[in-house]
């Protein structure tokens, strides 16, 4: 039963349609949900004896799949017959009244036909018109033209279908990739599934039963998230993870985004093998005579724009690397693997031996060597099952989800993005083969326990993920086949991944301990490249917001000044002052692109007071430091416009002026803008670092990111009694990691205890 404008005059209108009972999930309750429309739209259209009126259902209800709130895509059929205008509105009306979503159109047959032969996306919505009303007659003749016509038709519709579907992509995103992805419009989603059905209708290909269940799931799962909104929603956030896996039976929100995961990267897989098809028939098309085979690669034959094996690899017992050649041949040449071959591959293909052969190691670094043949290729042999074969570890990482917002991609998908972004810098490094399996291995250890904890105690361990990984890529690189020396760099680059770019953004690269410490935990010059080489691949591969030019230009100069001390011996003099600040009229502001300079009379609180007044200008700072010559306080800022606008340079450099002259006007209106742009952060944190500097201990606050919180915390530091020479902005996401060199030795305990308190009350 359907309630609408009744219930709302009674003061209690649903938000759309309800059904009698409790609203289902999976297949049974949608074909209940499609039923239950049926009959309520049925009672809407009048008896029309004479026909010539049919009212059809396309999308979501011509399929027989309605989720919980789903809107109603219908066309009013007919066949010439006057007066359409007024049933249409007694057909519309109700619907609207109900407060359902309704997309509707009023069109003769050939009126249709002339529509769907000019837009392909009507096309594929006739294919599922479903007669609900009125004259079946007519409806089924609908249904059998556009099928006809699409039939006919298809191979000259599907480039331009093609190109349709690539901008939607381009637009939502890889559903298998994305924490917070649209079920329905992102890649591998449902709205390829009817592109999956409209190609099979044509008779180009056939949808595989994995694509099939696939389908079902990603149904349930919508159903389980409008259940959970209580309206029509296809974007699958965050805070509707947990309710969604309870509707579903799932553990929690993580078996949830991997069960989604996998479903999109088969619907995606088996939509790829569509497209491939119908290139294959266009081209045959044109083409006389049998596909010619032409050998790439040994035992690798290309058949028809694919990659096939050549018939001396079949026998009774193959070469075990045989899988890995195959691999490295289709990502160099840029061609699919065909689908027999793969299944071919998955089930007679024998394991690689311990260690690898000879060959199987070669065809692996080809492999991950591709560069942008290395992601589809590696997708395909994923998923019949051939990475689990050559990497056991592979299925814990599988489309496990990464909860910083800086990560776009899956674990799985980062570690082979990161090995397609090492390609780039593989001319800059001796061992090209060590970087690319640096890459790909450097994040093994994530989602191990204690892979999420955090040890900043030294340089050298960054992250607990870092030294947890680096044992188990040891072991896979002696498994590979690796002699000992090259399992020990393995090992290294892991273990030190995070630390050029750890360093960078949070300690004084002037400072002779910092180049140091970085040095002794190198070692050499040709690690050193290897993990200047990691730290930009590994940048790339996470996402635009884990790198920019600041933080490329900090690591750059951090290699720099390290490789001259293991390269010489000699650690680097530190920087030298801007003369200009050192001499000339007091106050001095010299602002130049990212950098703005102050020099005033020395005097405490100079720090805090340029911070806010940046802060008010809208910079966030990423890096700032302090120092003292001849009496004169000299403070050096890198900045970038918090929401991408440059500010006006006159007004900046004048409240500047002000500020560290001390007018008081300025220091109020900077201090209360940017305690009204903070914002309360989840759980701040103070880390101390002793023997971290030549004069100074550093204090690391690790909180919230918010507007005007260097201004907040310095100010704190400044009323405490604390002097900052150098501050370090590190921000990841919605976090920040900020650490302050307060000159000195290090605070007694009760000191710090104070220190803290201070600093965790400004934030």
Same mark, same amino acid.
């Given at each position: #039963?359907?309630?609408?404008?009744?219930?709302? %005059?009674?003061?209690?209108?649903?938000?759309?349609? +309800?059904?009698?009972?409790?609203?289902?999930?999976? !297949?049974?309750?949608?074909?209940?949900?499609?039923?239950?429309?049926?009959?309520?739209?049925?009672?809407?259209?009048?008896?029309?004896?004479?026909?010539?009126?049919?009212?059809?259902?396309?999308?979501?209800?011509?399929?027989?799949?309605?989720?919980?709130?789903?809107?109603?895509?219908?066309?009013?059929?007919?066949?010439?017959?006057?007066? #359409?205008?007024?049933?249409?509105?007694?057909?519309?009306?109700?619907?609207?009244?109900?407060?359902?979503?309704?997309?509707?159109?009023?069109?003769?047959?050939?009126?249709?036909?002339?529509?769907?032969?000019?837009?392909?996306?009507?096309?594929?919505?006739?294919?599922?018109?479903?007669?609900?009303?009125?004259?079946?007659?007519? $409806?089924?003749?609908?249904?059998?033209?556009?099928?006809?016509?699409?039939?006919?038709?298809?191979?000259?519709?599907?480039?331009?279908?093609? &190109?349709?579907?690539?901008?939607?992509?381009?637009?939502?995103?890889?559903?298998?990739?994305?924490?917070?992805?649209?079920?329905?419009?992102?890649?591998?989603?449902?709205?390829?599934?009817?592109?999956?059905?409209?190609?099979?209708? =044509?008779?180009?290909?056939?949808?595989?039963?994995?694509?099939?269940?696939?389908?079902? /799931?990603?149904?349930?799962?919508?159903?389980?998230?409008?259940?959970?909104?209580?309206?029509?929603?296809?974007?699958?956030?965050? @805070?509707?993870?947990?309710?969604?896996?309870?509707? *579903?039976?799932?553990?929690?929100?993580?078996?949830?985004?991997?069960?989604?995961?996998?479903?999109?990267?088969?619907?995606?897989?088996?939509?790829?093998?569509?497209?491939?098809?119908?290139?294959?028939?266009?081209?045959?098309?044109?083409?006389?005579?049998?596909?010619?085979?032409?050998?790439? =690669?040994?035992?690798?034959?290309?058949?028809?724009?694919?990659?096939?094996?050549?018939?001396?690899?079949?026998? =009774?017992?193959?070469?075990? $690397?045989?899988?890995?050649?195959?691999?490295?041949?289709?990502?160099?040449?840029?061609?699919?693997?065909?689908?027999?071959?793969?299944?071919?591959?998955?089930?007679?293909?024998?394991?690689?031996?311990?260690?690898?052969?000879?060959?199987?190691?070669?065809?692996?670094?080809?492999?991950?060597?591709?560069?942008?043949?290395?992601?589809?290729?590696?997708?395909?042999?994923?998923?019949?099952?051939?990475?689990?074969?050559?990497?056991?570890?592979?299925?814990?990482?599988?489309?496990?989800?990464?909860?910083?917002?800086?990560?776009?991609?899956?674990?799985?998908?980062?570690?082979?993005?990161?090995?397609?972004?090492?390609?780039?810098?593989?001319?800059?490094?001796?061992? !090209?083969?060590?970087?690319?399996?640096?890459?790909?291995?450097?994040?093994?250890?994530?989602?191990?326990?204690?892979?999420?904890?955090?040890?900043?105690?030294?340089?050298?361990?960054?992250?607990?993920?870092?030294?947890?990984?680096?044992?188990?890529?040891?072991?896979?690189?002696?498994?590979?086949?690796?002699?000992?020396?090259?399992?020990?760099?393995?090992?290294?680059?892991?273990?030190?991944? *995070?630390?050029? !770019?750890?360093?960078?953004? /949070?300690?004084?690269?002037?400072?002779?301990?910092?180049?140091?410490?970085?040095?002794?935990?190198?070692?050499?010059?040709?690690?050193?490249?290897?993990?200047?080489?990691?730290?930009?691949?590994?940048? /790339?591969?996470?996402?635009?917001?884990?790198?920019?030019?600041?933080?490329?230009? +900090?690591?750059?100069?951090?290699?720099?000044?390290?490789?001259?001390?293991?390269?010489?011996?000699?650690?680097?003099?530190?920087?030298?002052?801007? !003369?200009?600040?050192?001499?000339?009229?007091?106050?001095?502001?010299?602002?130049?692109?990212?950098?703005?300079?102050?020099?005033?009379?020395?005097?405490?609180?100079?720090?805090?007071?340029?911070?806010?007044?940046?802060? *008010?200008?809208?910079?966030?700072?990423?890096?700032?430091?302090? $120092?003292?010559? %001849?009496?004169?306080?000299?403070?050096?800022?890198?900045? @970038?416009?918090?929401?991408?606008?440059?500010?006006?340079?006159?007004?900046?450099?004048?409240?500047?002026?002000?500020?560290?002259?001390?007018?008081?006007?300025?220091?109020?209106?900077?201090?209360?803008?940017?305690?009204?742009?903070?914002?309360?952060?989840?759980?701040?944190?103070?880390?101390?670092?002793?023997?971290?500097?030549?004069?100074?201990?550093?204090?690391? *606050?690790?909180?919230?990111?918010?507007?005007?919180?260097?201004?907040?915390?310095?100010?704190?530091?400044?009323?405490?009694?604390?002097?900052?020479?150098?501050?370090?902005? $590190?921000?990841?996401?919605?976090?920040?990691?900020?650490?302050?060199?307060?000159?000195?030795?290090?605070?007694?305990?009760?000191?710090?205890?104070?220190? &803290?308190?201070?600093?965790?009350?400004?934030?």
């Amino acid at each position: #039963m359907i309630k609408g404008s009744a219930a709302r %005059e009674a003061g209690n209108a649903p938000a759309g349609p +309800l059904i009698d009972g409790e609203p289902g999930i999976g !297949p049974a309750a949608r074909a209940d949900r499609a039923a239950a429309l049926d009959r309520w739209l049925g009672g809407l259209m009048p008896d029309r004896p004479e026909g010539g009126v049919a009212l059809v259902a396309v999308g979501g209800l011509g399929r027989r799949e309605c989720a919980p709130h789903s809107d109603l895509d219908l066309v009013l059929l007919h066949a010439g017959v006057p007066g #359409m205008d007024e049933l249409a509105a007694k057909l519309w009306y109700p619907i609207w009244d109900a407060r359902l979503g309704l997309d509707h159109s009023v069109r003769t047959l050939p009126e249709a036909l002339s529509v769907a032969h000019d837009d392909v996306k009507v096309t594929l919505g006739l294919l599922d018109a479903r007669h609900v009303a009125g004259d079946r007659e007519l $409806s089924g003749q609908l249904r059998a033209a556009a099928t006809e016509q699409w039939r006919r038709t298809a191979l000259r519709q599907l480039p331009r279908l093609r &190109e349709v579907t690539a901008a939607r992509w381009r637009a939502h995103g890889e559903l298998a990739f994305l924490l917070e992805g649209d079920l329905k419009e992102a890649a591998g989603g449902l709205r390829d599934v009817g592109l999956l059905r409209a190609i099979a209708l =044509a008779g180009i290909a056939d949808t595989r039963p994995a694509a099939h269940a696939a389908h079902r /799931r990603l149904l349930d799962t919508r159903d389980a998230l409008h259940l959970a909104v209580g309206r029509r929603v296809d974007r699958l956030v965050a @805070q509707e993870r947990a309710a969604v896996a309870t509707l *579903l039976g799932l553990d929690d929100g993580d078996a949830l985004l991997r069960r989604v995961a996998g479903d999109a990267r088969t619907v995606a897989h088996a939509l790829d093998d569509a497209w491939r098809a119908a290139d294959r028939l266009r081209a045959g098309r044109g083409r006389t005579g049998r596909p010619t085979r032409r050998p790439v =690669a040994r035992d690798v034959v290309e058949h028809d724009g694919e990659l096939v094996l050549a018939r001396t690899a079949i026998g =009774a017992r193959p070469d075990p $690397s045989l899988s890995l050649r195959v691999a490295a041949a289709a990502a160099t040449t840029g061609l699919p693997i065909a689908r027999a071959t793969c299944e071919w591959l998955a089930a007679y293909c024998p394991p690689l031996p311990t260690p690898w052969p000879e060959p199987a190691r070669t065809a692996l670094v080809a492999l991950l060597g591709a560069g942008p043949g290395l992601v589809p290729t590696w997708e395909t042999c994923d998923r019949y099952g051939l990475v689990d074969r050559w990497f056991p570890e592979w299925p814990r990482m599988r489309s496990r989800p990464q909860h910083n917002p800086v990560h776009r991609f899956t674990l799985d998908r980062h570690l082979v993005q990161a090995a397609a972004e090492a390609t780039g810098y593989a001319r800059e490094v001796d061992r !090209p083969d060590l970087l690319l399996l640096g890459a790909f291995l450097h994040d093994v250890g994530k989602g191990l326990p204690g892979a999420d904890a955090s040890r900043p105690d030294r340089i050298g361990v960054c992250a607990d993920h870092s030294t947890v990984g680096a044992p188990i890529a040891a072991g896979i690189a002696t498994r590979i086949g690796l002699p000992p020396t090259d399992v020990a760099v393995i090992e290294k680059l892991v273990r030190l991944h *995070l630390l050029l !770019p750890d360093v960078a953004t /949070r300690r004084d690269l002037g400072d002779p301990v910092t180049i140091a410490a970085v040095a002794d935990a190198v070692g050499d010059t040709g690690t050193l490249a290897l993990l200047h080489a990691l730290a930009r691949a590994d940048a /790339r591969a996470t996402g635009p917001a884990a790198w920019s030019e600041w933080k490329g230009r +900090l690591i750059a100069e951090l290699v720099r000044r390290v490789h001259t001390a293991l390269d010489t011996g000699v650690l680097p003099a530190p920087p030298v002052p801007d !003369p200009a600040l050192v001499a000339g009229a007091l106050p001095a502001v010299h602002i130049d692109g990212d950098r703005v300079a102050v020099a005033a009379a020395d005097r405490r609180g100079l720090l805090a007071a340029v911070a806010g007044c940046l802060a *008010l200008h809208r910079l966030d700072v990423v890096g700032a430091d302090a $120092s003292t010559v %001849e009496g004169r306080a000299l403070v050096e800022f890198r900045v @970038q416009p918090r929401y991408g606008t440059p500010p006006d340079t006159v007004a900046l450099a004048a409240d500047l002026r002000r500020a560290v002259a001390g007018d008081v006007s300025v220091t109020q209106r900077l201090r209360g803008r940017a305690l009204a742009a903070g914002r309360p952060g989840a759980a701040p944190r103070v880390v101390w670092h002793r023997g971290a500097a030549t004069d100074a201990v550093v204090l690391e *606050l690790r909180a919230a990111d918010s507007a005007g919180l260097l201004y907040r915390v310095a100010s704190a530091l400044d009323a405490a009694g604390a002097q900052v020479r150098a501050a370090r902005i $590190s921000t990841l996401g919605g976090d920040v990691v900020d650490a302050f060199y307060l000159v000195g030795a290090a605070p007694s305990d009760p000191e710090r205890e104070r220190l &803290e308190a201070a600093v965790l009350a400004a934030v």
